[in-house]
């Protein structure tokens, strides 16, 4: 890991993968440090903001210090189904470039076990990482500019769902009804980092 200094109360630590990230996000939700205000993670970094109880260098030593062997304890995490409807405009494209029918990618889908990683983009967007290896597709090759709201999508080793309609370039296997993002709720978005995210086919 490298630290880095963001401002006068951030520390930006930049961790060699996702796993990594997810690993250390995870480790200080569970044991946060003294001072820490906030922890955002990202693709590649996690972001601490701190109050003047601590220091960079304090903060520093205290992470690199932190035990990332947390698998067992994962199953503390909160948990949200989402009901799909898998119907997606590019279901039966993804379909093909997994060489699967789209019944096995809707079957894999469900199956793999899923992780809010980070979220970002627009507000209520989660990236959500573990899903089945063989779903890995690139996105599209020209984006839409306009996904419905609630789409449910796909694109690298992500699912995504799309909390309000706007532009994107994923691949559409389904749609969910689930509030996604809510500014009566609190908090708002339905889907934070570290949450596990179980898919289901929804009920007709």
């Known amino acids: 890991m490298r630290f880095l200094p963001a401002g006068h109360h951030g520390l930006l630590v930049e961790c060699d993968d996702l796993a990594q990230v997810m690993q250390l996000h995870r480790a200080l939700v569970q044991d946060r440090p003294t001072g820490v205000v ?36 994962v199953a503390r995490t909160p948990e949200v189904t ?45 990236y ?28 690298g080793g992500f699912t995504g769902l799309y909390p309000r309609e706007g532009p994107g370039g994923w691949q559409l296997i389904g749609r969910t009804v689930a509030p996604l993002w809510d500014l009566d709720r609190e908090p708002p978005a339905l889907l934070s980092p570290g949450t596990r995210v179980r898919f289901t086919e929804a009920r007709r």
């Open 38 to 73: 906030d922890l955002v993670p990202a693709a590649r970094t996690v972001l601490l903001t701190f109050d003047g109880s601590t220091t960079h260098a304090r903060l520093a030593a205290t992470v690199e210090g932190t035990a990332l062997d947390t698998v067992a304890d």
């Open 82 to 126: 989402i009901e799909v409807t898998y119907d997606g405009e590019d279901l039966a494209e993804v379909a093909e470039l997994t060489g699967i029918p789209a019944s096995e990618v809707v079957w894999r889908h469900q199956a793999a076990a899923h992780t809010v990683a980070f979220t970002g983009f627009s507000p209520g967007f989660a």
């Open 128 to 155: 959500i990482a573990g899903g089945d290896p063989l779903l890995a597709v690139p996105r599209r090759a020209t984006p839409r500019t306009r996904v419905p709201a609630g789409s449910v999508a796909l694109a």
